[in-house]
């Protein structure tokens, strides 16, 4: 069993609809969902197109896939997710666009996010208390000797290469793919969520996500809303812009990695 923080927006959300629809499977509920016609795809064109995020869901990474540490639980976990989120306040992201990224397509920010930056940043090193150490194979699938040193010391610290200075905020939609498949896809993306994307997107909650299994399709095991459990007032520190406050974890060493990590990022990485 692995575990991973990602976002994804709620399940009647018209951008979760879209996508659903465009991955042929619901993230969270795992059933197949009928495939949209009449943008120039074949259905099974559309499996092979997506079947790498459509294993993943829809989803933007905040903390890669880990298997827990020996010292911690499945029920520590979601505390301290539970508690962490409650004491965020949602905000807007930028309004997303159709981005070819390296070799794939997917949404990204029409400019980036500094709060997504400090969030994601925030959840690396807080939840990294519960994340086990890799191992050798682990790394190695890693392909290490391609990553740049930056990433690769991200990869030994954090257990996955993009994070802190290397993050960017993202939802993959579609594989890897050669350069003539990109008109016709990029076509049929924009039918398909030109039309949800109007708008700036709510981060307005944190997703746990559960791997059964090795290979497993992953899917949505919790849903936890930003905003709810912190009834007290804000101090005047919580008013600056960018500021993410962080509540107890439940989980002794990871309250004071909580506390490291505010301090880092106070000090700019």
Do not use: C
């Amino acid at each position: 069993m692995r575990y991973a923080i990602y976002f994804t927006p709620s399940i009647h959300d018209p951008l979760s609809i879209a996508a659903a629809s465009w991955f042929g499977r619901n993230v969270y509920s795992g059933e197949t969902v009928e495939r949209p016609s009449g943008i120039g795809l074949s259905s099974q064109e559309l499996a092979f197109y997506t079947a790498v995020p459509r294993r993943y869901g829809f989803h933007a990474t905040i903390k890669a896939p880990f298997h827990l540490h020996p010292e911690a639980n499945e029920a520590a976990l979601l505390k301290a997710l539970m508690q962490f989120a409650g004491s965020i306040t949602p905000f807007d992201m930028p309004r997303m666009e159709i981005a070819r990224l390296g070799d794939f397509y997917g949404l990204a920010p029409v400019i980036p996010s500094d709060a997504m930056q400090l969030l994601a940043a925030t959840v690396v090193q807080v939840f990294d208390a519960f994340r086990a150490p890799l191992g050798e194979a682990e790394i190695e699938r890693r392909d290490p000797y391609g990553l740049t040193a930056p990433q690769f010391a991200n990869l030994h610290r954090w257990g996955y290469p993009y994070v802190m200075d290397e993050y960017r905020f993202h939802m993959m939609l579609t594989g890897p793919l050669a350069a003539k498949s990109s008109n016709r896809l990029e076509t049929a993306l924009r039918q398909v969520f030109e039309p949800v994307l109007a708008e700036p997107m709510k981060i307005a909650s944190l997703a746990l996500f559960v791997e059964p299994e090795p290979g497993a399709p992953l899917r949505v095991h919790s849903q936890h809303p930003l905003g709810k459990i912190s009834a007290r007032r804000p101090s005047p520190s919580e008013g600056r812009p960018g500021h993410l406050p962080v509540a107890e974890t439940g989980f002794a060493f990871s309250e004071r990695t909580a506390a490291r990590a505010i301090r880092g990022l106070d000090g700019g990485w």
